[in-house]
C-alpha cells in the first residue's frame, strides 16, 4: 500500500470531496486545513460517529520519526496527550506511514471513542488527539485483520494496554500472522505476557477479583506464518477497577524447570517431534526437567504458508518466567522481506538448539523478565500509584531504554538506576504517575 494513498485509510479519514460535502451541509464539525498553504483540504480528522471535526487548540507534543510507534500510541492514549509525530520516513522510496502502522491506527480507533488522527498529503506528519476508551459494548464482538506486514503480537501490546483502562472489557479476534522471526508470537502472549499482567494486576495478596472485571484469554484458533498468514486468534481483556497496584517484582529466583510449545504448519508431524529433541539436547544437560509440548496444524488451520517455531520458557523457584522463541518462516513475496535477515533454510535440530541457547542467554542476563517483556514492565511501573515501584532487570535493552524517556516525556516519571554489581542486574523504581481507569461505568 503506498503511504500516500488515504482510501485504504477510509475508517479513519475522508478524501477532499467528503470534506467539502460535509461543509456544504453545515453540519455541526467541521474540516480542518492540515496545511493552510495548500488549495484543497490534505488530511481530515474524523470522530468515530464519521462526522469531520476541529481539533482543539491544545498544544502538540512534538516527536520526530517512525521508531517506537506503538510506544507513543499507547502513551498518548493512557496519559491524553495529544502528539504530532513528523519526519515519518521523509527520505524513503516511500515516504510516511507504513501499511501496518496504519493498520494500529484503525484498530485504536474500534476500541475508542473520540479519537483525531489528522495526516498530512505525504503521510510524513501525523497528529493524533486520543478518545475515550471503551472496548468491546455489551453484546458486540470486534472484528481486526492485521494484515501480512506485521505478526499480530506487534499489535496486541497496544490493544492490551489501552483496553485494561477501557470502560468495557476487551473481545476481539484478529487475523494474520500468529508467528513469525521478528516480534513476539502469540504463544508467547498466551504463556509469558498476559500471566505477567495477572501477575501486577493481583497486587499483594488482594483478590484479582477485587480490582479487574473479566480476565485475561488468548485463544489460537489457527496458525498463520510469513508471507500468507491466515492465522485467527480470540482476545479477551479486563478493565481494572481504579488503580493497579504498586509494582514490586524484585526476587529472581533460580531456573526449576522449562516448558515449551514447538509448532508447525503445513510440514510433516515429524519437524516438531526434532525441534524437540535439539532443544532437549542442550537442556537436559543442564537440567532434567524439561517438558516441550507439540502442536502440528494442517489444512485450514495451519494457515497459507508452510513453517515451524520453538518457544521455550523456563520457570524460576519466585514464581517469574523468562522466555525465547525461534521460528524458521519464509518472508519471500513478503512486504517484510525488505527488513528480515534472510538466512539459509536451516534443519529442526539447529532451530531446536537455537532456541535453548537463546533461552540459557536470557537466563544468564538476569532480572525477573526476558528482554522483550522490559519495555512492559517499566510502562506498568509508571502508571502505578503514586508511590515505590520497582523492578529488578537484566541489562537494558535499546527499546528499555527509549521507553525510560517516553515516559518521562509523557508522564513526567523518572526512574532511579542502581546497578548491582554481582549480578550484573539492575534495580530501578519510580514514583508512578498514578494512571486510573476514568472510562469504567459508573452504574
Keep these: 500500500m503506498d503511504p500516500r494513498d488515504h482510501?485504504?485509510?477510509?475508517c479513519l479519514f475522508a478524501n477532499a470531496n467528503a470534506c467539502n460535502c460535509i461543509h456544504a451541509q453545515s453540519q455541526p464539525s467541521t474540516f480542518f486545513y492540515d496545511d493552510v498553504t495548500q488549495p484543497a483540504p490534505s488530511a481530515l480528522s474524523v470522530s468515530r460517529n464519521g462526522l469531520a471535526s476541529m481539533p482543539s487548540q491544545k498544544s502538540y507534543l512534538k516527536l520526530s520519526g517512525s521508531s517506537h510507534f506503538r510506544q507513543r500510541i499507547i502513551l498518548s492514549t493512557l496519559s491524553g496527550r495529544a502528539i504530532e509525530i513528523n519526519d515519518i520516513r521523509p527520505s524513503s522510496e516511500s515516504p510516511g506511514l507504513a501499511e501496518h502502522e496504519a493498520s494500529l491506527l484503525r484498530l485504536v480507533e474500534k476500541v475508542t471513542n473520540g479519537c483525531e488522527v489528522i495526516i498530512n498529503e505525504t503521510g510524513t506528519r501525523l497528529r493524533y488527539r486520543p478518545g475515550f476508551v471503551t472496548g468491546s459494548p455489551p453484546g458486540e464482538h470486534l472484528h481486526h485483520d492485521c494484515g501480512n506486514v506485521k505478526s499480530i503480537g506487534w499489535y496486541l501490546e497496544v490493544l492490551v494496554l489501552i483496553c485494561m483502562f477501557?470502560?468495557?472489557p476487551l473481545s476481539?479476534?484478529?487475523t494474520g500472522i500468529t508467528n513469525d522471526d521478528v516480534d513476539v508470537g502469540v504463544d508467547t502472549w498466551r504463556t509469558v505476557t498476559l500471566p505477567l499482567l495477572r501477575t501486577v494486576l493481583h497486587g499483594d495478596g488482594d483478590a484479582l477479583a477485587e480490582r479487574v472485571v473479566g480476565g485475561f484469554?488468548?485463544?489460537?484458533?489457527?496458525?498463520?506464518?510469513?508471507?500468507?498468514?491466515?492465522?485467527e486468534v480470540v482476545l479477551s481483556v479486563p478493565i481494572t477497577k481504579g488503580k493497579i497496584p504498586p509494582v514490586s517484582v524484585l526476587e529472581e529466583g533460580l531456573v526449576k524447570r522449562v516448558r515449551g510449545i514447538a509448532y508447525g504448519c503445513r510440514v510433516s508431524p515429524s519437524i516438531t517431534n526434532?525441534?524437540?529433541?535439539?532443544?532437549?539436547?542442550?537442556?537436559?544437560?543442564?537440567?532434567?526437567?524439561v517438558y516441550v509440548f507439540t502442536d502440528h496444524m494442517s489444512g485450514e488451520k495451519g494457515g497459507r504458508s508452510p513453517g515451524y517455531g520453538l518457544l521455550l520458557v523456563g520457570e524460576t523457584t519466585s514464581g517469574r518466567m523468562v522466555s525465547a522463541e525461534v521460528a524458521e518462516v519464509s518472508?519471500?513475496?513478503?512486504?517484510?522481506?525488505?527488513?528480515?535477515?534472510?538466512?539459509?533454510?536451516?534443519?529442526?535440530e539447529d532451530v531446536g538448539k537455537e532456541g535453548a541457547c537463546l533461552l540459557l542467554e536470557e537466563v544468564s542476563k538476569g532480572g525477573v523478565v526476558d528482554s522483550s517483556h522490559q519495555g512492559m514492565l517499566l510502562l506498568l511501573c509508571a502508571l502505578g500509584p503514586e508511590e515505590i515501584n520497582e523492578v529488578r532487570l537484566g541489562p537494558l535493552t535499546p527499546h528499555a531504554v527509549r521507553t525510560l524517556r517516553?515516559?518521562?516525556?509523557?508522564?513526567?516519571?523518572?526512574?532511579?538506576?542502581r546497578p548491582e554489581n554481582s549480578s550484573g542486574t539492575i534495580?530501578?523504581?519510580?514514583?508512578?504517575?498514578g494512571v486510573a481507569n476514568s472510562n469504567k461505568r459508573l452504574t
Design 166 to 168: 477501557g470502560k468495557y
Design 217 to 231: 484469554e488468548l485463544r489460537i484458533q489457527k496458525r498463520g506464518l510469513p508471507p500468507e498468514g491466515g492465522g
Design 274 to 289: 526434532r525441534l524437540v529433541d535439539g532443544a532437549r539436547g542442550v537442556l537436559n544437560a543442564l537440567l532434567p526437567d
Design 7 to 10: 482510501r485504504s485509510l477510509s
Design 427 to 433: 534495580f530501578l523504581s519510580c514514583i508512578g504517575a
Design 331 to 348: 518472508w519471500a513475496n513478503s512486504a517484510s522481506s525488505a527488513s528480515s535477515v534472510h538466512r539459509s533454510q536451516r534443519v529442526p
Design 172 to 174: 476481539m479476534t484478529l
Design 406 to 417: 517516553h515516559l518521562k516525556e509523557f508522564l513526567g516519571v523518572q526512574f532511579s538506576v
